[in-house]
């Protein structure tokens, strides 16, 4: 009798234990509906001010609170800029009772003249319509704040880079760094960076000293103040310092019996200006081409190509001999007047010749 009892008493306990957590749950999943008509939260925007601003960036910081004596089925919070697009910042997908919120966040960039920033707070779902009442409405309540404000950055201080200069530079180090600033009163620190490596702090003027590699770069020069906002300029600029390749195609070292000789070649990259040297003597070309009426006997070439930096590269020298062979045809369309030639001359001679024995002396 008394192992009975004892078996029973666990059963007993895992049944209420079971109970109270199926009321746990239910009483978990039921939400109170809230009394109506809902109060919206309260928004309080602490910047921008109805002030102007004289940066194109503008710090946006607001609160947004509320509560309620039972869960809302829903609550969103959303900017609207220059009564444009609605932008949803805060919507949580359950039910909520409460909110005390703070946002922040940059609005930016602006453009210049006035602007109005709204935020707007809705809350909305099932509630009662009265304390002493059963009945239901479904509705959203909403609350809006705004605040209208102005960019004008012509107060703004500027930074006007003179050197380095958006262009291609064929040397790579000693670049001059030289800029003004419109405002030096209030400045607290200056400096620049070169392709967002660190920051190198600067009074005045100074020089990129190198070696700074082949390609594109950026160089940044910005400077901090104590009563306005910082300012910054950028600038890009090209180092080349590598000599463009320039390879001989149709020329060898040999004997050519032609007097007009192609002259064919390539370059890896964009020229200035190409030229090529025959015998001592300096021809500018635009491409490939042919050389002319060359005479026979020893010549000398190199090529020449300046790229668009001012960095000039040459090929190899090739020495060659040039000796045209008279073909035989046009050797023999010479030789008839060449043998007439011969005649009258020799004619000529023996008339001569024949003339002085016929002339009778003198007594």
Not at 75 to 98: C, G, H, M, N
Not at 187 to 212: A, E, H
Request: no cysteine; proline share 8%; hydrophobic share 40%.
């Amino acid at each position: 009798m008394n192992k009975t009892a004892v078996s029973i008493v666990p059963i007993l306990v895992l049944l209420l234990l079971a109970i109270f957590m199926f009321d746990v749950a239910n009483s978990a999943l039921t939400y109170p509906v809230p009394t109506g008509p809902l109060t919206p939260p309260t928004i309080t925007i602490e910047s921008p001010t109805r002030t102007t601003y004289v940066s194109w960036y503008v710090p946006l910081q607001f609160s947004v609170n509320g509560n309620w004596d039972g869960y809302v089925n829903h609550l969103s919070v959303e900017v609207t800029l220059d009564q444009e697009s609605r932008y949803v910042l805060f919507a949580p997908p359950f039910p909520i009772k409460w909110i005390s919120k703070d946002f922040s966040m940059t609005l930016g960039p602006l453009s210049e003249g006035p602007h109005t920033i709204g935020i707007i707070a809705t809350v909305g779902g099932t509630y009662q319509t009265g304390t002493n009442t059963t009945i239901l409405g479904v509705g959203d309540f909403t609350s809006k704040s705004s605040v209208d404000f102005t960019v004008n950055t012509l107060g703004q201080a500027e930074i006007t880079i003179f050197s380095p200069q958006n262009k291609t530079y064929n040397f790579n180090k000693d670049i001059p760094v030289t800029f003004t600033i419109n405002h030096n009163q209030s400045i607290v620190k200056m400096g620049f960076t070169l392709d967002q490596q660190s920051n190198v702090t600067i009074p005045r003027n100074t020089t990129l000293y190198g070696p700074i590699p082949d390609g594109l770069h950026t160089l940044k020069v910005y400077s901090i103040f104590s009563d306005i906002l910082p300012v910054y300029s950028t600038i890009a600029f090209i180092v080349d310092t590598t000599p463009p390749n320039v390879s001989l195609l149709s020329m060898q070292e040999e004997k050519y019996n032609e007097p007009d000789i192609p002259l064919i070649f390539t370059v890896n990259e964009t020229t200035s200006i190409i030229t090529y040297l025959l015998d001592g003597k300096v021809h500018t070309i635009d491409g490939n081409t042919t050389m002319t009426v060359l005479q026979d006997g020893d010549h000398e070439l190199k090529l020449y190509a300046t790229d668009e930096a001012g960095n000039a590269g040459s090929s190899e020298t090739i020495d060659f001999n040039v000796k045209v062979t008279i073909p035989l045809n046009v050797a023999l369309g010479f030789l008839p007047p060449l043998v007439i030639v011969l005649a009258g001359g020799l004619g000529i001679l023996i008339y001569l010749k024949i003339l002085k024995r016929s002339k009778p002396k003198n007594p």
